[in-house]
């Protein structure tokens, strides 16, 4: 856990610094925004923690809170 926690700490400090201009900006990963490839991330790593608790997660669901944030 200490592993994944790490990781979530640098995700947060790399998205918290993003300005806010930059959201729609292109990434190495065609047609992806730096939004996209954020909601991604997030949303991969909801879906991966609700599932090492042992509970099923909806997706869809889980993408559509991201997305709202």
């Given at each position: ?16 610094g993003v300005d806010a201009g930059r959201w729609s900006a292109p990434t190495p990963c065609e047609g992806w925004s730096v ?35």
């Open positions: 856990m200490e592993v994944l926690e790490r990781a979530q700490a640098g995700v947060v400090r790399l998205l918290g939004a996209d490839l954020a909601r991604h991330l997030v949303t991969a790593e909801r879906a991966f923690t609700t599932a090492l608790g042992g509970t099923a997660y909806d997706l869809a669901a889980i993408d559509a809170e991201v997305r709202r944030l």
